[in-house]
Structures are given as C-alpha cells and as structure tokens.
C-alpha cells in the first residue's frame, strides 16, 4: 500500500550546524505534507507545509525541499539548536487524515 | 489561546475494562482527529469528525474502539474490554478547514497502559 517512510532513524548534529531530514513518499497523487516536531511527552507540534505546486518553502531557519520526480521531501534546519532536538515526522494528506511516517530522532550535541 | 487539550494525561487499566478518553479541541475547529501512537512508532490514523457530518471511522482497528463528538467540540474515545496491545499514546488533533491550510494541531496526548 502506499506510506511514507523516512531515511534515517537516528540523526546526530553538532550544535550550530545544519540538519538536513529526508523522508520518501510513494503516492504520487499525494498533494500535501507537513513536517511535524514531537519532543518527548508531548504532541506533534506544526513545523512547516508544502503544496505539490511547490518545489521550496521557507520559515524561519526550517526549510521544505519537495522534489516529486523521486518522490522525496526532505527538512532543513539551519544553525541546529539545543532545543531542535526531538523526532520529525513527515506526513502526506491521505483523505481528510495525515498518514505519517515513523520519525527521524534528532540529536544536537554541544 | 487555548490548544488542544486532553484528558487525562495518563491512564493505567486492567486487561478487561473500558477507558474513555476526553479531547477538547480549539474553539472554532470543526475538524476533529484521533490518532494513535505505539512505543517509537509514527501516527495512526483512527477516527475523523468534521462538524455534523457522519464520523470517518475507517481507521478504528476494532470494533472495541468507538468514538462519539457531542455540540461539535468535545469529543470522547472508547475502549471497551482493553487488551494489552491496545497501550498507546492517543493523540487528538483539531483543524480549521476554513482556513484552506490542512495542518492539524494536536493536544498533549493520554498514555495508556494495560496491564
């Protein structure tokens, strides 16, 4: 069936570098994706969104890369913070619903 | 303002009886989500409420699971007779489809565990 899976399970940074989070996806119909942030005991938190008509989008020190030819979306952190740490689920609009991935650990060290 | 909010944040069960789980969505939203979370695993997608249309139950694994949304806001998930596969963190997440944008924003989530 389809799904988005993820890379890498585990990613570690020096703090003050970037970080680059990949994530595939294989229903090329798919039109929408989020990037979610989930810290430990809490709930996913919004990131950031890109539409398919759309290859980049920027907030601030995140962006989006979607390219469709390969079906890969992938999240850029710029100047990777302590408090980036945490799991990044990518998730595709399946319906009305969001059909996730299993999450990338993201690990910033000092 | 307020977010999502959950109730209660922790739950332990015996094998056997029901647990009822309480989200309170952001005012306003009229789409509302359920999903459910295992141990180092990502989101699954259980049941969808968008105002006062019928429910999206496609996602309910069991028909021990159940879900009701009473006024548009408050919604409330069922276990009936927990398994010890059903321990989880089930999350709820409300949107406003109004806007035109699909992000979901989710509350705390309640952990569950059978024992």
């Known amino acids: 069936g389809e799904s988005v899976g993820l890379h890498l399970p585990t990613l570690s940074v020096q703090e003050g570098d970037n970080s680059i989070i990949n994530c595939a996806y294989s229903?090329?119909?798919?039109?929408?994706f989020i990037w979610y942030k989930q810290e430990s005991g809490k709930g996913p938190q919004f990131i950031i969104d890109?539409?398919?008509?759309?290859d980049k989008r920027q907030g601030q020190r995140v962006t989006v890369l979607l390219n469709k030819t390969v079906k890969h979306l992938s999240l850029q952190i710029a100047a990777t913070q302590p408090g980036d740490s945490a799991v990044y689920f990518c998730?595709?609009?399946?319906?009305?619903?969001?059909?996730f991935g299993k999450g990338t650990s993201l690990l910033v060290t000092p | 303002g307020a977010g999502v909010s959950q109730s209660p944040s922790n739950k332990v069960t015996e094998k056997g009886k029901d647990v009822e789980l309480r989200c309170d969505p952001i005012?306003?939203?009229?789409?509302l989500y359920w999903y459910r979370q295992s141990l180092g695993q990502g989101l699954e997608f259980l049941i969808y409420?968008?105002?006062?249309?019928?429910?999206?139950k496609s996602g309910l694994p069991s028909d021990r699971f159940s879900a009701e949304r009473t006024g548009g806001s408050v919604s409330t998930l069922t276990i009936q007779r927990t398994q010890q596969e059903d321990s989880a963190v089930y999350l709820c997440?409300?949107?406003?489809?109004?806007?035109?944008?699909?992000?979901?924003?989710f509350g705390p989530g309640t952990r569950l565990t059978v024992t």
């Open positions: 998730a595709e609009k399946a319906g009305y619903a969001l059909n």
């Open positions: 997440a409300s949107s406003s489809l109004r806007t035109g944008r699909h992000e979901q924003y």
């Open positions: 229903n090329s119909a798919s039109d929408y």
């Open positions: 409420f968008q105002g006062n249309s019928a429910p999206d």
């Open positions: 890109i539409r398919s008509n759309m």
């Open positions: 005012s306003g939203h009229t789409a």
